[in-house]
């Protein structure tokens, strides 16, 4: 499902009346999500799964075209966990 076909199915499960409105609400969550990680907090939802960012380390790796050693800088990067009702409807 793509964001388009989210839209879609939150009308219909919040009874919108248009699909602009399921439009801003999808991405003012999506908006919201991303700005609580940018500030380095966590969203958790209960059920489905906890959002957080994690800082990785430095590292080398390998270029898998060439073979070549490089250095990946350490960064942060975003982290989704899934909550144990998530994971039991994929089960």
Do not use: S
Not at 11 to 19: I, L, N, V
Not at 37 to 44: A, I, K, N, S
């Amino acid at each position: 499902m793509k964001k388009e076909g989210l839209v879609e199915a939150v009308m219909k499960a919040a009874k919108m009346a248009t699909k602009k409105q399921a439009a801003e609400a999808v991405n003012a969550l999506f908006d919201t999500i991303t700005k609580t990680l940018g500030r380095g907090e966590e969203v958790g939802v209960t059920g489905f799964g906890t959002f957080k960012v994690v800082k990785t380390k430095a590292r080398m790796g390998i270029n898998p075209k060439t073979g070549a050693k490089l250095q990946i800088p350490a960064g942060t990067k975003p982290k989704f966990k899934a909550g144990k009702e998530l994971k039991d409807a994929v089960r």
